[in-house]
């Protein structure tokens, strides 16, 4: 009863969907943690393959898969649930929210732990892929299809392909501003306008070498044609630039 009491209060809080409390036992959610309950139990019990065999039912009762060895916190709620996979050595921790169509998965055939670690109050929105043996910090959100294959700081935001951070304690990484897309920055658009940012620098640096470059050429002009007698000057003198200036935009005049 304490299960069944637990799930109704998390699915009421997360998904507005559900109307009565009866509607808990419609949920693939409800059938694939309790699946996994009694299967986790056998496991720890090197109870391999009858546990293996339970988490298969429940797999094709409710098209969520999750590994007996698997480590699951209270109050971890799937919606919809459909193509879920978490795998072996995956560690999820209280108050999680995963979405249909995320994998927690590993990058190879290594033994031990090779698959994430998912912290407090995280949400993994649908078909995100978090593959590795990395933690995924507290309150943190991961956008939907976004494929992460590093460590998330706590309190972050992770879209993209590859998963990259583009929020920490709410404050976007880059400076760039004015690129949220649905409420989630646009890692692409990011690059481009640091690229932008770069560009306009090195333009700037140019046309300061460019004026440098100018005023050394008039200075050897200066030092060829002045005829000013004990002209120490070194930029161009007022008769060289009469000459040589004003006098051939009167001619072009």
């Keep these: ?12 809080e997360r998904d507005p969907a559900i109307k009565k409390s009866a ?27 009858i546990a293996r065999l339970i988490s298969q039912l429940g797999r094709g ?7 007996p060895g698997a480590t699951i916190g209270k109050g971890l709620f799937i919606d919809h649930g459909m193509g879920v996979v978490i795998g072996e050595t995956c ?10 169509g995320v994998t927690l998965g590993g ?33 943190s959100r991961i956008a939907a ?8 700081p706590e309190d972050s935001t992770v879209v993209g392909i590859p998963g990259r951070v583009v929020k920490v304690a709410g404050q976007k990484v880059n400076p760039c501003q004015q690129l949220d897309q649905v409420k989630v ?18 333009e700037k640096k140019l046309g300061q070498i460019e004026s440098m470059t100018h005023l050394h050429t008039s200075m ?3 030092d060829h044609h002045c005829t000013v007698p004990n002209c120490t000057g070194k930029e161009v003198c007022e008769n060289y630039r009469k000459d040589h200036y004003e006098g051939k935009e009167e001619r072009n005049d």
Excluded: W
Excluded at 25 to 31: A, D, K, R, T
Excluded at 191 to 199: D, H
């Design 220 to 222: 050897m002009s200066h």
């Design 91 to 100: 560690e999820i921790g209280e108050n999680v929210t995963i979405y249909h």
């Design 145 to 152: 299809n976004a494929v992460v294959l590093q460590e998330v």
């Design 23 to 49: 509607e808990v036992f419609l949920y693939p959610s409800f059938y694939a943690l309790l699946f996994h309950r009694i299967a986790h139990k056998l496991y720890k019990k090197d109870r391999f393959f």
């Design 185 to 202: 920055p646009d890692p692409i658009q990011m690059e481009i306008c640091k690229l932008k940012n770069t560009i306009e620098v090195l």
């Design 107 to 139: 990058t190879g055939k290594d033994h031990g732990k090779r698959h994430p670690t998912i912290g407090n109050n995280v949400m993994i929105s649908t078909g995100a892929k978090v593959l590795g043996p990395f933690k995924v910090g507290d309150n």
């Design 61 to 67: 009762l409710t098209g969520i898969e999750i590994h």
């Design 1 to 12: 009863m304490g299960y069944i009491k637990e799930q109704i209060e998390v699915i009421k």
